[in-house]
């Protein structure tokens, strides 16, 4: 019903930096929140980013100056601009949306497969 599939994650050396990408699709009537998390092995999944629909960018503490996130209203997308990579920022990273769904008007929550982001010399 709806999907999200994101891209951009793979190998960087600390310092550097990459961009991802989530796109939602479907029967979508509304993306209302929007956000990243990211996963590291042994570790709990943890709340990066999130973008509100018109609303205010939020950050976790460890990633404020460094990351930005974004979204594309026209195209349902969410962004995460990485800068300044440091090898602890290592994880999958995961999109996540909470959407409404056209026609039943039922509020979903989805979830991507994930992109992995190594930071490594």
């Known amino acids: 019903q709806v999907q999200l599939v994101e891209s ?3 190998l960087v050396q600390p310092g550097g930096s990459l961009r ?5 699709s479907g029967s979508i009537l509304s993306v209302n929140n929007m956000g990243w ?3 590291a092995p042994g570790k709990q999944r943890e709340l990066v980013a999130t973008i509100p629909r018109g609303g ?3 950050y ?3 990633v404020k100056g460094r990351f930005t996130i974004s ?7 969410v962004y ?14 995961l999109c996540n949306a909470r959407v409404v ?3 039943s008007y039922s509020t979903v929550e989805v979830w991507g497969q994930g992109t992995l982001v190594t930071v490594s010399s």
Do not use: F, H, I
Not at 20 to 24: K, Q, R
Not at 83 to 88: A, D, G, Q, R, V
């Open 60 to 62: 976790v503490d460890s």
């Open 101 to 103: 769904v056209y026609t």
């Open 37 to 39: 998390y990211r996963q």
């Open 80 to 93: 995460l601009q990485m800068n300044s990579l440091k090898p602890e920022d290592t994880a999958v990273y």
């Open 56 to 58: 205010s960018a939020n």
């Open 20 to 24: 991802l990408s989530c796109v939602a």
């Open 71 to 77: 979204r594309d209203g026209a195209k349902n997308a």
């Open 8 to 10: 951009g994650g793979g």
